[in-house]
C-alpha cells in the first residue's frame, strides 16, 4: 500500500522541534543550525535548569547540538562536546559573563570555558576550565 502524502498535513520545518522539554526551555534553542537535528544529555539540560534557577534570569543558548558540518563550518574542536549533546554556549541579557561563570561554578559543569561574550559549559566527566578573552 503506497501512502498517499495529501493526506497529511503540510508542516513548516521551523515547528518541527518547537515544544517545551522543561519550564523555561523550548527545545529548538538546542537545535544545530544546520541540519535542525537535536541531541542533548539529561544531565546538561538539569545543570542548565538549575543555572536558569539560580540566576532567575533567562539563560539565551548561543549554541547547543552541533552536527560535524556545522562543527567544521564554525572551528568548532575536533571531539567537541556539542557534537555529543554534551556542552551549549550560553549567554544572558542582564548579568555580566564573569557573574554568570560564579554560578556555573557552583553547580560543578564538568567543563566551563570563559570567553569574552559567552560561557561554554558541558557535562564531563573530567572537570576542565578554559578562558579565551580576546
Known sequence: MDLDLKEFP???MN???NFQILKHF???EFQCPCCM???IHKSLLLKLSKLRQAIQEPLIINS???CEKENKAIGGTL???HMLGYAADVTTKLMSIDDLLVFAEGLNF???GHYRTFL???VREIKSRWEDLL
Open 10 to 12: 503540510k508542516m513548516n
Open 15 to 17: 515547528d518541527i522541534n
Open 26 to 28: 523550548n527545545l529548538r
Open 37 to 39: 537535528r537535536v541531541i
Open 64 to 66: 547547543g547540538y552541533r
Open 79 to 81: 571531539h567537541s562536546y
Open 110 to 112: 564538568g567543563g566551563i
Open 120 to 122: 561554554h559549559l558541558d
